[in-house]
Structure formats: structure tokens, C-alpha cells
């Protein structure tokens, strides 16, 4: 008898526990929505803030979040992409690739604070970019690494080592196995984890704080050096440096109901693709 | 069937860190002839197949010592083209690999990789392979189909297809027909005897009968020596060592 | 290792033996019945000939059903393909005594021209090389099988002997002819039982060493 009970009473307790999730996430929606959603309408999505962010909209942020995720995924994904190549299919299993991989699970580990410091010490102090797009993007590109690199290894490790053998058995070389018959089935792996991965970092603020974002810029970047507006950032300060912070609380709350908007359509990309690209395997 | 050496192996050692799989083997295999390896698992037969194309490289505190000779040249030595020596020496494995690719894309991988571009080329090495592997029938109309949706036993032979369409001289397959049905096993046996025509092939099989069915020589391998090395006839109906008599009638432990 | 296969074996050899045993006897009886002109144990070894054909069909038989199911290879295959071989020899053999027996009934109660010494001399010659010889073949003693296999010269040598001093007698006697003549197959048989006799022991020199001597 109390074997059934403990079994129920498991049962109820992981219930519940799910319960517990789904309510704090529709919370969290239901707050954020009720509470910005008549802030949004077409001038908020397309304009230029006005008036000390008190009117007009977060143009020049979604733009700028969205020039610094770009380069985030330019430097992220391909160094992820061959550092993963590197260590699946090349390395030795020393002690160097032993090294490589704590160092990806410790920087996994790094808050991202501290790669904004990273980021101000090294790209926009030493190599001298200022504070831009160019400083910000490399930082999150580096933060965003380990999830990269993680995800592509992954997609490599799903690829069956006997089409490797047979390629090889073939008079192949290794980087012709590689880019012929392990990418083309490991690509869509590594897509969506690292666009996943990508998501994460449009939405983080600490990393760009001291790199390159800026609460109010009078025009939009026109190059990789300039400084730029984000949507994280914005929302940041208007939540807790405005100098009007309850005038502004409407559109604080539209800003994070458009930042959570936008990533949730970045994952939703990844999924759709990920749908996409099993289909494909299915019907072969 | 003539008596030419096509491979000569000297004093061959073959080691896995400190373990050594391969114990001072040597042997001759002769040209267009078909040589069984047999004996228990973990034997080092699958070793030393892997010796003869090099492939015993990709794995991992694998070391090997003295001479394979194809042709007179030793493949150990250094300055080998590894690649062109797997051109011509081809493999086939135990599990069926395609890859998940059309029929047609799995034969001309090879002769593309090695640089042939031109369609009608490559259309020609296709349509050959295919024949030669007795598949040719079977997927003509359908060679833009995935090459997965194979049966096991065309999968086999769409394998000796591509590992034939790099024009080798030497055939390696590693327990080719040990994943199929009896039926599929005696059309890969009957198109190995074809293919002996040809080409030299060396296969490793624990399954003796087949062996006995198709070999011209077999060499008897225990806990990575060879015991015995002779005509298969002789093997089968006198060999000359005790082990190797305990092995093939089945009263070893 | 391969219980069933080695009973099957085991079992296969002792029927061999069972049905030498039997061919042994009916040597034995013909030339028991000729010395003493007995048309009763005469008859019985005629009939005694259906039991070894019976014999060899099962024998031969059980070695085409071992060697489809069990495969055997090495040793196991020569052993039961000289069993197969052997039995057929035996077969013949005991078709041999029978015609011995044949001649002994032809011969009837008429007297005989001559003491018979030469015949029961042959006749012992050749039961111990085929005793003997089933002895090689189950302690596998190459030595002996060869040992016998060279006897055979002496059992030729008796027949021929035979065989001239009949000729003489047939001459001195045409009404000796008739019987002459039977005598001379009654020799002529035994000798063919010891060329077969021969046949096993190359067959078992075979059996152990895969080497084809011939003797």
C-alpha cells in the first residue's frame, strides 16, 4: 500500500512542481504584456525615442540590438563551428584537448559582468575600437562561445562515425570527409544551437553596458564604430535611471514585452528549422 | 589465377598503447586470389586488415611495426601517400555504410574526390561499379534515390559499388556479409568469386564455412599470431597445426 | 565442445564394428562350412548377407546426414569419409564370403579332392589382417594399418599357389575339373577379401595422416 502512495504522492509533488514553472512563466507574460501592451503601436516600433524617452518609440534599439546580435553571431558562430570541427575530429585526446574543454565549460561558467570588463579592457582600451558595435558584438561573441562550440560538437557527435570510415576507406582526406560528408549532416545542428544560443545574448545588458551601448544617440550607427542603443540596455535604464521613473514605466514594460518578443522569434527560428531539417532526414 | 605476391608482410607488430594486438605476422598474399582470415574474435584479423590500407592510423595509441609491401613498396615508410594507397586499396566494413546520399552520389564520391568532374565520366564509373557489383538491374532507374532506402544486401553490394569505383587493386572486407541474410550472403560470395577475377581480395570472415566456400587461401589467426597460413583445401582437410584443427572443427574453447 | 557431433561419431564407428564383426563370422562360417561340407551353415551365411547390405545402406546413410548437418571439417571430415569407404569394402567383403559360401553349396557332399590346407592357411591370414585391421582403424595405429597392408603379398602368393597345384590336379584328372574350379574361386575370393583389406588399412593411414598411399 504505501509503495502506490509514495508513488502518488511523487507524482504530485513533480506535478506540482511543473505547475510552479508554468505559473511563474505566465506571470511573468501576463505582467509584462498587460502592463505594455498599450504602450505598442506602429510609431513605437518605428520612431525615435522624444522627449527624454518619455515619447515617441525604440527605433534606433531594436536596430541596434539587432546590428549587435549580427555580429555576435559572425564572431560566434564560426569560431564555434572549427573550434568544434578542431576538437571532434582533429584532436588527439590528450591533454590539450582535455585543456580546451574545461576552458569552454569555465567560461560558460564566467557572469557576464565580467566579460564586459573583458570587453572594455581589450577591445575597447588595448585595440583601441571604443566604445561600438564592433567592442560589443566581439564580447558577446565571446560569451556566447562555449554555447557554440558546445552545440556544434554536439551536432558533430550525432554524425555516425562509420560515414567518416567509409569516406576515408575511400582515399579522402580528413577535411574533404569533413566538408563533403560530416558537415552537410552536422549544419543544422549547429545552426540551431548556436541561434539558441544567440537569443540569450540579444537579451543580455551587462556585457554591452561599458562596450558600446548608449541610452540616447541622436542618429542611428552608421558604422562598427559607433556606439549604438539597445533594447536590454534601454530597457535597463529606463526601469531604474530614468530620472521620470513612473511616467516612463508603460514603455519600459513595451520594451521588454518587444525584447521578449524578439527572442522568442529567434528561437522559434531555430525550432522551425529544426522541424525543417528533420523532416528532411525523415523522408530519406 | 597467377602466382604473383601482391602483398608481402614481414615481421609485423602491431600494437594499441601497450597492448599488442599483432604478434610478428608474416605472409604473402598473392595477386587475384581470394585469402580468408579466420579465427576467434579479438584475434587481431580485423587488425591486420586495417594494417593493409592504413586505416589502424585514425585509431587512437595505435603503433605499428615492420614491413607491408603492395607491390614491392612498403607503405609504412616514410613519405607514403596515404590517400592514393587507399585508392588503391579499397574497404569494405562489416556494418553497410552508405552515405545519406543518392545511389549515384555514394559510387561517384570517390572519383570525385580523386578530381573527376565530367558528368559522362563519372556517369560511366557509376553504371560500371554498379554492374560489377551485380546491382546495376536493381537501381538503374532509380539512381537518384537515397541510397538509404536500400536493402540490407543491396546496401552491401552499393558499398563494394563505391569502394569499386575508385578503381582499386586490392579489395579489403571486413566480415562483408556477417549483417545479412543467407540469401544476401551467398550473392556477396558468388560476386566475390567474380570479382576475384580481378582484383586481390582479402576478407575476414568467423564464419568458416564461407571461408571454406570461397577462399583460395585462408591464414588461421589466435590471440594475435598466425598459427597457419596455406591453400584453403589443405586448411580444411589437413592442416598441419593442432590449433588451427581445434578451431575449425569447432572443439575450441 | 560439439557433444551431439561426437556421439554421433562415437555411435557411427561402433556400428562399423558391429558390422565387421558380422563379416569376420561369415569368412569364418564359409570356410567352416567347406572343411566340413555343411550346406546348413552354407546357407546361413547366404542369408547372413542381407544383414550386412542392410548394413552399408545405414551406415552410408548416416555419414551422408552427418557430414550435410554438422559440416564437419580436418580430421572429422576424413574420418567420416573413410568410415563411408570402409563400410563399402565390408560390403564387399561379406559379398565375398557369400560367394565362398555360393561355391561350398556347388561343391555339395561330393569328396573332396584333396586335404584343404592351403585354404584354412589363407583363410586365417586373411580373418587376422581384417580383425587386425579394425583394430588399427579404432586405436588409429598407422604403424599396424601399414604393417598389414604389406601382408598382402603372402595371401596373393597362397592364391597363386593354389590356383597351380589345382591346374596340376585338373590336368592328372579332368574329372577333377568341376571341383577344381570351384576351389579356385573359393581362393580366388579370399584374395580379393585381402586386397580390400588392404583398401581399409590405406584408408585409415589416410584417415590419421591425409596422406593417399597406396600399397
Same mark, same amino acid.
Given at each position: 500500500?504505501?509503495?502506490?502512495?509514495?508513488?502518488?504522492?511523487?507524482?504530485?509533488?513533480?506535478?506540482?512542481?511543473?505547475?510552479?514553472?508554468?505559473?511563474?512563466?505566465?506571470?511573468?507574460?501576463?505582467?509584462?504584456?498587460?502592463? #505594455?501592451?498599450?504602450?505598442?503601436?506602429?510609431?513605437?516600433?518605428?520612431?525615435? !525615442?522624444?522627449?527624454?524617452?518619455?515619447?515617441?518609440?525604440?527605433?534606433?534599439?531594436?536596430?541596434?540590438?539587432?546590428?549587435?546580435? /549580427?555580429?555576435?553571431?559572425?564572431?560566434?558562430? !564560426?569560431? #564555434?563551428?572549427?573550434?568544434?570541427?578542431?576538437?571532434?575530429?582533429?584532436?588527439?585526446?590528450?591533454?590539450?584537448?582535455?585543456?580546451?574543454?574545461?576552458?569552454?565549460?569555465?567560461?560558460?561558467? =564566467?557572469?557576464?559582468?565580467?566579460?564586459?570588463?573583458?570587453?572594455?579592457?581589450?577591445?575597447?582600451?588595448?585595440?583601441?575600437?571604443?566604445?561600438?558595435?564592433?567592442?560589443?558584438?566581439?564580447?558577446?561573441?565571446?560569451?556566447?562561445?562555449? /554555447?557554440?562550440?558546445?552545440?556544434?560538437?554536439?551536432?558533430?557527435?550525432? /554524425?555516425?562515425?562509420?560515414?567518416?570510415?567509409?569516406?576515408?576507406?575511400?582515399?579522402?582526406?580528413?577535411?574533404?570527409?569533413?566538408?563533403?560528408?560530416?558537415? !552537410?549532416?552536422?549544419?543544422? #545542428?549547429?545552426?540551431?544551437?548556436?541561434?539558441?544560443?544567440?537569443?540569450?545574448?540579444?537579451?543580455?545588458?551587462?556585457?554591452?553596458?561599458?562596450?558600446?551601448?548608449?541610452?540616447?544617440?541622436?542618429?542611428?550607427?552608421?558604422?562598427?564604430?559607433?556606439?549604438?542603443?539597445?533594447?536590454?540596455?534601454?530597457?535597463?535604464?529606463?526601469?531604474?535611471?530614468?530620472?521620470?521613473?513612473?511616467? =516612463?514605466? !508603460?514603455?519600459?514594460?513595451?520594451?521588454?514585452?518587444?525584447?521578449?518578443?524578439? /527572442?522568442?522569434?529567434?528561437?522559434?527560428?531555430?525550432?522551425?528549422?529544426?522541424?525543417?531539417?528533420?523532416?528532411?532526414?525523415?523522408?530519406? | 589465377?597467377?602466382?604473383?605476391?601482391?602483398?608481402?608482410?614481414?615481421?609485423?607488430?602491431?600494437?594499441?598503447?601497450?597492448?599488442?594486438?599483432?604478434?610478428?605476422?608474416?605472409?604473402?598474399?598473392?595477386?587475384?586470389?581470394?585469402?580468408?582470415?579466420?579465427?576467434?574474435?579479438?584475434?587481431?584479423?580485423?587488425?591486420?586488415?586495417?594494417?593493409?590500407?592504413?586505416?589502424?592510423?585514425?585509431?587512437?595509441?595505435?603503433?605499428?611495426?615492420?614491413?607491408?609491401?603492395?607491390?614491392?613498396?612498403?607503405?609504412?615508410?616514410?613519405?607514403?601517400?596515404?590517400?592514393?594507397?587507399?585508392?588503391?586499396?579499397?574497404?569494405?566494413?562489416?556494418?553497410?555504410?552508405?552515405?545519406?546520399?543518392?545511389?549515384?552520389?555514394?559510387?561517384?564520391?570517390?572519383?570525385?574526390?580523386?578530381?573527376?568532374?565530367?558528368?559522362?565520366?563519372?556517369?560511366?564509373?557509376?553504371?560500371?561499379?554498379?554492374?560489377?557489383?551485380?546491382?546495376?538491374?536493381?537501381?538503374?532507374?532509380?539512381?537518384?534515390?537515397?541510397?538509404?532506402?536500400?536493402?540490407?544486401?543491396?546496401?552491401?553490394?552499393?558499398?563494394?559499388?563505391?569502394?569499386?569505383?575508385?578503381?582499386?587493386?586490392?579489395?579489403?572486407?571486413?566480415?562483408?556479409?556477417?549483417?545479412?541474410?543467407?540469401?544476401?550472403?551467398?550473392?556477396?560470395?558468388?560476386?566475390?568469386?567474380?570479382?576475384?577475377?580481378?582484383?586481390?581480395?582479402?576478407?575476414?570472415?568467423?564464419?568458416?564455412?564461407?571461408?571454406?566456400?570461397?577462399?583460395?587461401?585462408?591464414?588461421?589467426?589466435?590471440?594475435?599470431?598466425?598459427?597457419?597460413?596455406?591453400?584453403?583445401?589443405?586448411?580444411?582437410?589437413?592442416?598441419?597445426?593442432?590449433?588451427?584443427?581445434?578451431?575449425?572443427?569447432?572443439?575450441?574453447? | 565442445?560439439?557433444?551431439?557431433?561426437?556421439?554421433?561419431?562415437?555411435?557411427? $564407428?561402433?556400428?562399423?564394428?558391429?558390422? +565387421?564383426?558380422?563379416?569376420?563370422? +561369415?569368412? @569364418?562360417? +564359409?570356410?567352416?562350412?567347406?572343411?566340413?561340407?555343411?550346406?546348413?551353415?552354407?546357407?546361413?551365411?547366404?542369408?547372413?548377407?542381407?544383414?550386412?547390405?542392410?548394413?552399408?545402406?545405414?551406415?552410408?546413410?548416416?555419414?551422408?546426414?552427418?557430414?550435410?548437418?554438422?559440416?564437419?571439417?580436418?580430421?572429422?571430415?576424413?574420418?567420416?569419409?573413410?568410415?563411408?569407404?570402409?563400410?563399402?569394402?565390408?560390403?564387399?567383403?561379406?559379398?565375398?564370403?557369400?560367394?565362398?559360401?555360393?561355391?561350398?553349396?556347388?561343391?555339395?557332399?561330393?569328396?573332396?579332392? $584333396?586335404?584343404?590346407?592351403?585354404?584354412?592357411?589363407?583363410?586365417?591370414?586373411?580373418?587376422?589382417?581384417?580383425?587386425? +585391421?579394425?583394430?588399427?582403424?579404432?586405436?588409429?595405429?598407422?604403424?599396424?594399418?601399414? $604393417?598389414?597392408?604389406?601382408?598382402?603379398?603372402?595371401?596373393? $602368393?597362397?592364391?597363386?599357389?593354389?590356383?597351380?597345384?589345382?591346374?596340376?590336379?585338373?590336368?592328372?584328372?579332368?574329372?577333377?575339373?568341376?571341383?577344381?574350379? %570351384?576351389?579356385?574361386?573359393?581362393?580366388?575370393?579370399?584374395?580379393?577379401?585381402?586386397?580390400?583389406?588392404?583398401?581399409?588399412?590405406?584408408?585409415?593411414? @589416410?584417415?590419421?595422416?591425409?596422406?593417399?598411399?597406396? %600399397?
Amino acid at each position: 500500500m504505501s509503495r502506490k502512495y509514495k508513488q502518488f504522492f511523487g507524482f504530485m509533488a513533480l506535478r506540482l512542481a511543473g505547475l510552479i514553472v508554468l505559473f511563474v512563466l505566465f506571470y511573468i507574460i501576463y505582467d509584462i504584456v498587460s502592463k #505594455g501592451l498599450s504602450s505598442i503601436n506602429w510609431e513605437f516600433i518605428s520612431q525615435p !525615442p522624444r522627449r527624454g524617452m518619455t515619447e515617441g518609440g525604440i527605433y534606433p534599439a531594436i536596430v541596434g540590438t539587432f546590428y549587435v546580435t /549580427v555580429i555576435t553571431a559572425l564572431v560566434s558562430v !564560426p569560431l #564555434g563551428m572549427f573550434g568544434a570541427i578542431y576538437l571532434n575530429e582533429y584532436a588527439k585526446k590528450g591533454r590539450l584537448s582535455r585543456l580546451i574543454r574545461m576552458a569552454i565549460r569555465n567560461l560558460a561558467g =564566467v557572469p557576464s559582468i565580467v566579460f564586459g570588463l573583458f570587453g572594455v579592457a581589450l577591445f575597447v582600451q588595448w585595440f583601441n575600437f571604443g566604445p561600438s558595435l564592433i567592442s560589443a558584438g566581439f564580447t558577446l561573441g565571446l560569451m556566447t562561445l562555449p /554555447v557554440t562550440i558546445t552545440a556544434s560538437e554536439e551536432a558533430l557527435k550525432t /554524425v555516425p562515425d562509420a560515414y567518416r570510415k567509409g569516406s576515408l576507406a575511400l582515399g579522402a582526406t580528413r577535411w574533404e570527409t569533413i566538408k563533403t560528408n560530416v558537415l !552537410p549532416l552536422a549544419i543544422p #545542428g549547429m545552426m540551431t544551437g548556436s541561434i539558441l544560443g544567440l537569443a540569450r545574448a540579444a537579451g543580455e545588458t551587462a556585457p554591452i553596458l561599458f562596450t558600446g551601448a548608449a541610452f540616447f544617440l541622436p542618429h542611428l550607427p552608421d558604422s562598427p564604430f559607433s556606439q549604438f542603443m539597445a533594447l536590454p540596455y534601454h530597457l535597463y535604464i529606463l526601469a531604474t535611471q530614468h530620472h521620470n521613473i513612473s511616467v =516612463v514605466r !508603460p514603455i519600459a514594460y513595451a520594451t521588454a514585452l518587444v525584447l521578449i518578443v524578439l /527572442v522568442l522569434l529567434i528561437n522559434l527560428t531555430a525550432i522551425i528549422l529544426r522541424i525543417k531539417y528533420r523532416k528532411k532526414f525523415e523522408n530519406k | 589465377m597467377n602466382n604473383k605476391t601482391k602483398v608481402k608482410v614481414e615481421n609485423l607488430n602491431c600494437f594499441y598503447d601497450d597492448f599488442q594486438a599483432l604478434k610478428d605476422i608474416n605472409m604473402e598474399i598473392k595477386s587475384k586470389e581470394i585469402t580468408a582470415l579466420i579465427g576467434p574474435s579479438g584475434c587481431g584479423k580485423s587488425t591486420f586488415l586495417r594494417c593493409l590500407n592504413r586505416m589502424n592510423d585514425l585509431i587512437e595509441g595505435a603503433r605499428i611495426e615492420g614491413i607491408v609491401c603492395i607491390d614491392d613498396y612498403d607503405i609504412y615508410q616514410n613519405g607514403t601517400d596515404v590517400v592514393s594507397l587507399r585508392k588503391k586499396v579499397g574497404m569494405v566494413f562489416q556494418q553497410p555504410n552508405p552515405f545519406p546520399k543518392s545511389i549515384y552520389d555514394n559510387i561517384a564520391y570517390g572519383p570525385r574526390i580523386h578530381g573527376i568532374k565530367d558528368r559522362s565520366r563519372l556517369n560511366e564509373i557509376v553504371e560500371k561499379s554498379l554492374k560489377n557489383s551485380a546491382l546495376w538491374e536493381e537501381v538503374k532507374d532509380r539512381l537518384d534515390t537515397s541510397a538509404l532506402d536500400l536493402s540490407g544486401g543491396q546496401q552491401q553490394r552499393l558499398c563494394i559499388a563505391r569502394a569499386l569505383a575508385v578503381e582499386p587493386d586490392i579489395l579489403l572486407m571486413d566480415e562483408p556479409a556477417s549483417a545479412l541474410d543467407p540469401v544476401a550472403t551467398s550473392r556477396i560470395e558468388d560476386l566475390m568469386k567474380d570479382l576475384a577475377e580481378n582484383y586481390t581480395i582479402v576478407i575476414v570472415t568467423h564464419n568458416m564455412q564461407q571461408a571454406a566456400r570461397i577462399s583460395d587461401r585462408t591464414g588461421f589467426f589466435l590471440m594475435g599470431e598466425l598459427i597457419e597460413f596455406d591453400r584453403t583445401e589443405t586448411i580444411f582437410e589437413k592442416p598441419a597445426q593442432q590449433k588451427t584443427e581445434d578451431y575449425i572443427t569447432g572443439r575450441f574453447g | 565442445m560439439r557433444k551431439n557431433f561426437n556421439e554421433e561419431l562415437k555411435k557411427l $564407428k561402433n556400428e562399423m564394428l558391429k558390422m +565387421s564383426s558380422i563379416v569376420e563370422e +561369415s569368412i @569364418y562360417d +564359409s570356410v567352416e562350412a567347406l572343411k566340413n561340407q555343411d550346406l546348413n551353415l552354407a546357407e546361413k551365411v547366404r542369408e547372413k548377407d542381407d544383414r550386412i547390405d542392410e548394413f552399408e545402406k545405414k551406415l552410408e546413410e548416416k555419414c551422408i546426414q552427418l557430414i550435410a548437418l554438422q559440416q564437419p571439417v580436418a580430421r572429422d571430415l576424413r574420418t567420416i569419409i573413410v568410415i563411408s569407404k570402409v563400410v563399402t569394402d565390408l560390403e564387399r567383403i561379406g559379398d565375398h564370403a557369400s560367394n565362398i559360401a555360393l561355391m561350398v553349396e556347388n561343391i555339395g557332399q561330393k569328396k573332396l579332392i $584333396k586335404p584343404l590346407i592351403d585354404v584354412p592357411r589363407m583363410t586365417e591370414i586373411v580373418n587376422r589382417r581384417l580383425r587386425d +585391421s579394425l583394430k588399427a582403424f579404432v586405436e588409429v595405429d598407422v604403424d599396424l594399418a601399414q $604393417k598389414i597392408a604389406l601382408e598382402d603379398d603372402e595371401v596373393d $602368393k597362397l592364391d597363386e599357389q593354389i590356383l597351380r597345384e589345382l591346374l596340376t590336379f585338373m590336368m592328372e584328372d579332368p574329372s577333377t575339373i568341376g571341383q577344381a574350379m %570351384y576351389l579356385i574361386f573359393i581362393s580366388r575370393f579370399l584374395e580379393r577379401i585381402g586386397d580390400h583389406t588392404t583398401n581399409i588399412c590405406e584408408r585409415i593411414i @589416410y584417415m590419421d595422416t591425409g596422406q593417399r598411399d597406396e %600399397y
